[in-house]
């Protein structure tokens, strides 16, 4: 286990910024990994628009991001708006420039943090939408990751990465090193799946879903393939983004970074061959589509735990994830009647609130459990209720939700108006009879 160090300013060396650079511009496969696997979790009838939407997404999130959320981030090593309280600073918004002013100038490092949180950013949005498959138009999708990118993402990371008061928790509070978030567990992962639960519960569920006094009606996803493959795209695209995450957020030396990616490996392989074990056990064959669910999360808890802790630990974070997933999904669906198509609740924001207590249970430092307790509660405290008020919003002025016939003939058609398949015949939805 690497040692680890409170968040700041530090240089970077000529070997480690080409290095960064370089596992940058490789991790936009962890976005197309995902998005492969939401489209492949939805129905026949809406592919194309799944893996439009993914691309769209991805385009407004950087555009917005550059031209309004970076400011608010700020970096490492600038000054943010700070409030005085209980004689503490409380660094809450960060102090940048509008539309990217001065980045020619700016720091080697600098660059690398605002590359970075491009990319995460367009990771976080795409997750909710895969949660709304199927029901949740195309310019609602945009406009959710607007909101995302130009507010709520730009806050929490300005906590997390930017010296905000989640990372001065050491500094302020000694509670271990401060909040930690290496790659993205919370700022990417818990807040796309936050973004995935307010999404859906404001939408609702697929029509036919849950019939009236009957129970979920089965609708599985229409392509293993993509599923499958999706998994092993983005383990490329989550190896780049941990190992860059370690360099920039826990200064990592380069001796260490091997070790990132193993336990990477192994929180992934553990986790998949956990939710392969619960769901042959659970159903009497594995379940494909959960053992993605359960890869997923296993990644994403690596994304708080990877740089940080022992192999041994990895492989219990992983066989943890795994076991929860497939049963957190059906709990979801069956007990609280949440239609979350690709899992993104379960797999992402529980495998990342998982992957944060345990980046303070088994890493070193008197303090870090707390102040990863202290980040988790500002996740579900904060930024819930935040993105929840915000989409609502959102719905009143631009619903989310496509109206019944659109749902009835599938978002290809419907907004596209052609279909990912057109020479197979895609088969009647018995739920619209």
Not at 38 to 47: C, D, K, P, V
Request: proline share 5%; charged share 10%.
């Amino acid at each position: 286990m690497m040692p680890i160090t409170p968040s700041g300013l530090s240089p970077v060396p000529d070997a480690a910024f080409v290095l960064v650079l370089v596992l940058l511009l490789v991790s936009p496969l962890a976005i197309a990994g995902v998005a492969l696997i939401n489209t492949g979790l939805g129905r026949s009838r809406s592919a194309s628009q799944s893996l439009l939407g993914n691309l769209a997404i991805v385009a407004v999130t950087i555009l917005v991001f550059a031209l309004v959320g970076a400011t608010f981030v700020g970096d490492s090593g600038s000054a943010g708006h700070t409030l005085h309280f209980a004689g503490k600073p409380w660094n809450w918004l960060g102090a940048g420039s509008f539309f990217l002013g001065g980045l020619g100038s700016a720091s080697p490092r600098a660059q690398l943090e605002l590359l970075f949180e491009m990319l995460a950013i367009a990771f976080a949005a795409i997750i909710p939408w895969g949660a709304g498959a199927d029901r949740v138009r195309l310019t609602a999708g945009c406009a959710v990751a607007a909101i995302l990118s130009a507010i709520v993402f730009p806050l929490l990371a300005h906590w997390v990465w930017a010296g905000g008061w989640l990372a001065q928790l050491g500094i302020n509070f000694s509670l271990g090193a401060g909040f930690l978030d290496p790659a993205g567990a919370a700022t990417v992962h818990v807040l796309g799946g936050l973004s995935a639960l307010a999404l859906v519960w404001i939408a609702g569920p697929r029509r036919g879903k849950f019939p009236q006094g009957g129970f979920a009606t089965a609708m599985p996803g229409h392509n293993g393939v993509y599923i499958l493959f999706g998994c092993l795209v983005a383990l490329v695209g989550w190896l780049a983004f941990n190992v860059a995450g370690a360099i920039l957020w826990v200064h990592a030396p380069l001796s260490a970074l091997p070790g990132t990616a193993v336990n990477t490996l192994l929180s992934a392989s553990a986790a998949v061959a956990a939710a392969f074990s619960v769901t042959r056990i659970r159903f009497g064959k594995p379940d494909a589509s959960l053992c993605a669910n359960g890869w997923l999360a296993g990644l994403v808890a690596s994304s708080a735990t990877a740089a940080i802790v022992f192999p041994g630990a990895a492989i219990v974070i992983g066989l943890v994830a795994g076991v929860l997933t497939p049963l957190l999904v059906e709990l979801l669906e069956l007990a609280a009647s949440i239609d979350d198509p690709s899992g993104a609740i379960s797999a992402h924001a529980a495998g990342g609130l998982w992957g944060l207590i345990a980046a303070g249970a088994f890493a070193h430092g008197t303090g870090q459990l707390l102040a990863q307790l202290v980040g988790v509660a500002a996740l579900l405290g904060l930024m819930l209720p935040l993105v929840y008020f915000l989409l609502w919003l959102l719905d009143r002025v631009l619903p989310l939700r496509v109206d019944a016939d659109g749902e009835r003939i599938g978002m290809d058609l419907h907004e596209l108006g052609g279909g990912a398949y057109p020479e197979f015949m895609i088969h009647r939805d018995d739920s619209y009879r």
